[in-house]
């Protein structure tokens, strides 16, 4: 079965530091990713969605994020957090074998201190 | 555009006990997916309807049931309700099923119902 894994549980940084988040992924095939976010209190809203072409992809809010497909992963990065970035981010991976549901790792916490 | 509809918000119910989920998808949007979401396992993946069909189902007891109707409304069931089936339970809504070949379409995501089983 495919598998979404995150590296890190819970990711501590303070305002204007650089984030990278990691996503690996098990499935050998093409694939779709996608990187959610659920800030305090809201609905889960997407990121950034990767399908073909240019393996850098860029999001909202100053975010992207890399697909290496030798390496099987999608992590995302942000060049200096904010505050407002304290959220929690999910990977999820989607292949185009047909009937296949989207699969999400089990999200890293992301908090930002001042 | 009106986003994905969920009711009812929050839910507290005993053991034993079963609860009916509804979920409203964007319109136009014809495939429904649902999640259950706790602290440290994430989202997982309960079962996904397109056009009233059920595409896929996750790994769960047959406790767990849903159904989709014609103007593409869902509804999810939990029978005999356990004190491990407090979750946050989150509704998607995506115009093509998923893993449709060539192209995904986003999948846009309720604000959940909290159901707290007691």
């Known amino acids: 079965a495919q598998s979404v894994s995150q590296h890190n549980h819970h990711v501590i940084l303070s305002e204007a530091a650089s984030l990278e988040l990691g996503c690996n992924y098990s499935?050998?095939?093409?694939?779709?990713l996608f990187w959610y976010v659920q800030y305090p209190g809201q609905h889960l809203q997407l990121l950034l969605k990767?399908?073909?072409?240019?393996?850098l992809v860029k999001g909202i809010k100053g975010f992207e994020a890399e697909f290496i497909k030798s390496k099987f992963s999608f992590n995302l990065r942000k060049p200096s957090v904010q505050w407002s970035d304290t959220a929690e981010y999910f990977c999820?991976?989607?292949?185009?074998?047909?009937?296949?549901?989207?699969?999400f790792g089990k999200g890293t916490r992301l908090s930002v201190i001042a | 555009k009106a986003g994905v509809t969920q009711t009812p918000r929050y839910l507290i119910k005993t053991r034993g006990q079963q609860v009916t989920l509804s979920c409203s998808p964007i319109?136009?949007?014809?495939?429904v997916s649902w999640y259950q979401q706790t602290p440290g396992q994430g989202l997982q993946f309960l079962f996904e309807?397109?056009?009233?069909?059920?595409?896929n189902k996750g790994n769960f007891p047959g406790r767990f049931s849903g159904r989709q109707f014609s103007n593409s409304r869902s509804e999810m069931n939990v029978s005999t309700l356990e004190l491990g089936d407090s979750a946050l339970y989150l509704c998607?809504?995506?115009?093509?099923?998923?893993?449709?070949?060539?192209?995904?379409?986003?999948?846009?995501f309720g604000p959940g119902t909290r159901l707290t089983v007691l």
């Open positions: 998607a809504s995506s115009s093509p099923p998923s893993g449709t070949v060539g192209k995904f379409s986003e999948q846009f």
């Open positions: 499935y050998g095939g093409t694939v779709n």
């Open positions: 990767y399908f073909s072409g240019d393996p």
């Open positions: 999820a991976v989607n292949p185009y074998s047909g009937n296949t549901p989207l699969v």
């Open positions: 319109s136009g949007h014809r495939s």
């Open positions: 309807y397109f056009s009233e069909t059920q595409r």
